[in-house]
Nanobody, 121 residues
Framework: QLQASGGGLVRPGRSLRLSCATS????????VGWFRQAPGKEREGVAV????????YYADSVKGRFTISRDNVKRTVNLQMNSLKAEDTAIYYC????????????????WGQGTQVTVSS
């Protein structure tokens, strides 16, 4: 199971840190990713991190603003989001896959409830 938390309402330009807590599987055997779905849009990949954290990939829209990290002891994956924009407003989810780090959401499973991020002045 994967459970996202840390969302909220923030003003443009501010920061938020999301956390994905996990249980029930061999955490360091899985790639983990963050994904988001805005109203009326399809779910899209935001950032993914390889099993041991050696490789990360980001959507072009968040490069330079978001940072994904993982702690294989605590079994968590965090997403530090800086310089937030209105277009970052979405429900954010974390999910896992056995393969390598790719941004294709259809290749991931273990979706739990997401956390709402709203960026508004």
């Amino acid at each position: 199971q994967l459970q996202a938390s840390g969302g909220g309402l923030v003003r443009p330009g501010r920061s938020l840190r999301l956390s994905c807590a996990t249980s029930g599987f061999t955490f360091d055997g899985y790639t983990v990713g963050w994904f988001r779905q805005a109203p009326g849009k399809e779910r899209e990949g935001v950032a993914v991190i390889a099993r041991r954290g050696g490789s990360t990939y980001y959507a072009d829209s968040v490069k330079g603003r978001f940072t994904i990290s993982r702690d294989n002891v605590k079994r968590t994956v965090n997403l530090q989001m800086n310089s937030l924009k209105a277009e970052d407003t979405a429900i954010y989810y974390c999910a896992r896959r056995l393969g390598g780090p790719v941004l294709r959401q259809e290749l991931y499973n273990g979706w739990g409830q997401g956390t709402q991020v709203t960026v508004s002045s």
